[in-house]
Nanobody, 130 residues
Framework: QVQLVESGGGLVQAGGSLRLSCAAS????????MGWFRQAPGKEPDFVAA????????SYADSVKGRFTISRDNAKNTLYLQMNSLKPEDTAVYSC???????????????????????WGQGTQVTVSS
């Protein structure tokens, strides 16, 4: 059972930056593909970014490409999301998710759908003021 704890959220002005972290309890963190999703009030959760278990592959939602960067530090069992040039429409609760890799999974494979993940954190609030 993987436990995920997000941190780094907060209130920031438009154009500002935040870095989210997701600490995983699992010692074999490097065997898990990871992702970030966000949910605005009254809306369904949306995919934001994903990274393969090896870190070699990444995927982004079109709305965040060029502004957000997902990364991982397997030695620290931590996932990151660097968010730059933030916009008011980025306001949401951001959650990280984990999925154990398949036996022959590609080093570059990323998961962009909620249903592909087994474990979820509680989320951290990001609010961007205009």
């Amino acid at each position: 059972q993987v436990q995920l704890v997000e941190s780094g959220g907060g209130l920031v002005q438009a154009g500002g930056s935040l870095r989210l972290s997701c600490a995983a309890s699992e010692r074999t963190f490097s065997d898990y593909a990871m992702g970030w999703f966000r949910q605005a009030p009254g809306k369904e959760p949306d995919f934001v970014a994903a990274i393969s278990y090896s870190g070699s592959g990444t995927s982004y939602a079109d709305s965040v490409k060029g502004r957000f960067t997902i990364s991982r530090d397997n030695a620290k069992n931590t996932l990151y999301l660097q968010m730059n040039s933030l916009k008011p429409e980025d306001t949401a609760v951001y959650s990280c998710a984990a999925a154990f890799r398949g036996r022959s999974e590609s080093l570059y494979y990323t998961r962009t759908r909620k249903g592909e993940y087994n474990y979820w954190g509680q989320g951290t609030q990001v609010t961007v003021s205009s």
